[in-house]
């Protein structure tokens, strides 16, 4: 049952562009969604959330939009560094329940 | 910056066997979880536990799990006899104050749990 998807697995981006990852979600009652940020050997990294009563929170680099009538998330990173290269998860809560809903990651890799 | 420690960082064991896996979460949070990532797929959330009792757990988290906050600090996942399908990296997190309140989880750098 997968409630979050990440439709891309991989992404490349070059230096100083924008890098645009999406997420998309099933559940309506999702009303807190975060994206995480993983370097291989490490645990997921928190970098941004948003909650559903917000359309786009921003902070530094990295800015997150909502789209409740569309299911639909993105993080935007500009400009991207090359150190942004991670794999990046989206993950969804819901009032209901104490568990986040992880997306399967997005590989960024930012070319110098 | 205070971080969420995992031990050991790589666990072999024979299938069959009983593996704890440990954790040590920031010291003021009050909400613990378990998650698992088996290789190449989602993270997925196994259990979540306050004050001293499981508050959530899904569909994976069986009878052959179990948690344990055995004292102050540590917060423990148990698998009593491992199957090879247990293979996966599992991350504990923790959290200041429950999902209502929006906060994010800390996660550590994981334990992979490889069953021959």
């Known amino acids: ?112 | 910056e205070p971080e969420v420690t995992q031990t050991p960082s790589h666990q072999v064991t024979q299938m069959g066997q009983e593996v704890i896996l440990r954790c040590v979460p920031i010291s003021n949070h009050l909400y613990f979880y378990w998650y698992r990532q088996i290789l190449g797929q989602k993270v997925e959330f196994l259990v979540s536990f306050y004050n001293n009792e499981i508050s959530e757990k899904s569909e994976i988290f069986d009878d052959q799990f179990s948690v344990e906050r055995p004292d102050g600090s540590n917060f423990t996942l148990k698998i009593r006899s491992t199957k090879l399908e247990d293979s996966a990296m599992y991350f504990c997190a923790s959290s200041a104050l429950d999902i209502y309140s929006n906060q994010p989880q800390h996660f550590g750098d994981g334990t992979r749990l490889s069953i021959l």
């Open chain 1, 1 to 112: 049952d997968q409630q979050v998807k990440q439709n891309s697995p991989s992404l490349s981006v070059q230096e100083g562009r924008i890098s645009i990852l999406n997420c998309d979600y099933t559940n309506s009652m999702f009303d807190y969604f975060l994206w995480y940020k993983k370097y291989p050997a490490e645990g997921p990294t928190f970098l941004i959330s948003i909650s559903s009563i917000k359309d786009k929170n921003e902070d530094g680099r990295f800015t997150v939009f909502l789209n409740k009538s569309a299911k639909h998330l993105s993080l935007h990173i500009v400009p991207s560094q090359p150190g942004d290269s991670a794999v990046y998860f989206c993950a969804a809560s819901a009032w209901t329940g104490n568990q986040f809903y992880f997306g399967t990651g997005t590989s960024l890799t930012v070319i110098p």
